[in-house]
């Protein structure tokens, strides 16, 4: 039997699912993010600014989808004053409605004041430890809401900091905004998480962009990192489900046009564009790949063999020339 990582029919809508905005903290309004991203080839952005949720419905067209989310900041108080110097914790919150004008609860500041907001939960100081946090997704789980971690190496955070964290939907596997200012995620722990939750969890490329530099910039966070998901059309509903479905991979460059696991083979297929090697993770110490025959070359398509070693779950990596890679999210064996 075969078992696709991604639907093996439909179209592929680029995406951003971790954005800021005037709104928050970005440098750009949401109009002129519409216009990069279109200009770069990305049909939906999902509008995540800092502890507000707005409804951008109004830019929508036929090539683009604007969803509506937030970004929930959990407040340290560390023992160093300065906060870049503590563990911080983010959590990414997908509405799956784009009227959806609850947010899970209000955003206390440094004084202790709460925004006035319509929330699910009531207002409460915001802390980062595993028993908090967990209150936290499992409300917005609850409601609907897909809640992805961000970028656990830009937050300071250990395996010990996530790996009890429950019911997420998915987290940052490759942040191009913080990979840009040189705190590049490890996708690492992903393996890491997936074996931690013994659960189905996806993984996301994203930009969490703030700055307006221009893309010819080397520290332009617009365009670094994105998920290609495959839907049978762009509206709200469709591509909300194939984002809860996990049909989507990520990229910071190369294309996955189909990838399966056919189980009486016991091998993985993969068509993709020119890679210098195309490799399987699991739970395993053993990683199988297929590689182009000399450096500089490249292979286009790949079966590889897993030989029984594979452990638990199974994701895909194809890295090009350069070294940028795209990631299947996980299937469970």
């Known amino acids: 039997m075969k078992r696709y990582f991604f639907p093996s029919t439909g179209n592929f809508y680029k995406a951003n699912l971790h954005c800021h905005t005037t709104c928050s903290d970005g440098r750009m309004t949401p109009e002129q993010v519409k216009e990069r991203y279109m200009s770069l080839g990305y049909s939906v952005i999902a509008y995540s600014d800092h502890n507000v949720m707005i409804d951008h419905s109004d830019l929508n067209e036929e090539n683009f989808l604007a969803l509506t989310a937030y970004e929930v900041d959990f407040i340290t108080r560390d023992a160093n004053p300065r906060w870049q110097a503590n563990k911080l914790l983010h959590l990414n919150m997908i509405s799956p409605k784009p009227n959806e004008d609850r947010v899970v609860s209000p955003q206390v500041n440094d004084k202790g004041e709460h925004r006035d907001v319509n929330s699910i939960l009531p207002p409460m100081r915001y802390i980062c430890n595993t028993t908090f946090v967990n209150k936290i997704i499992a409300a917005g789980a609850d409601n609907g809401y897909l809640v992805t971690i961000n970028h656990p190496t830009w937050s300071n955070l250990d395996y010990d900091d996530y790996k009890g964290l429950k019911r997420l939907w998915a987290m940052e596997i490759n942040n191009g905004g913080c990979y840009a200012e040189g705190r590049a995620d490890d996708p690492n722990v992903y393996n890491l998480m997936l074996r931690a939750m013994g659960t189905k969890l996806f993984a996301v490329g994203t930009d969490d962009n703030h700055n307006d530099l221009p893309q010819d910039h080397p520290e332009h966070h617009c365009g670094q990192a994105w998920i290609n998901i495959r839907a049978e059309k762009l509206d ?94 996980a299937i469970w064996l």
Not at 263 to 268: F, G, K, L, S
């Open 236 to 329: 709200y509903d469709t591509i909300f489900n194939a984002l809860k479905n996990g049909d989507f991979y990520s990229s910071d460059g190369p294309e996955i046009y189909e990838c399966y696991y056919d189980d009486e083979e016991d091998a993985v297929h993969v068509k993709c564009s020119p890679a210098q090697r195309v490799f399987v993770n699991s739970a395993s110490i053993s990683a199988p790949m297929a590689t182009a025959k000399k450096i500089g070359e490249t292979i286009t398509e790949a079966v590889i063999p897993l030989n029984h070693f594979a452990v638990d779950f199974i994701r895909v990596t194809v890295e090009d020339n350069n070294r940028r890679m795209a990631h299947t999210n």
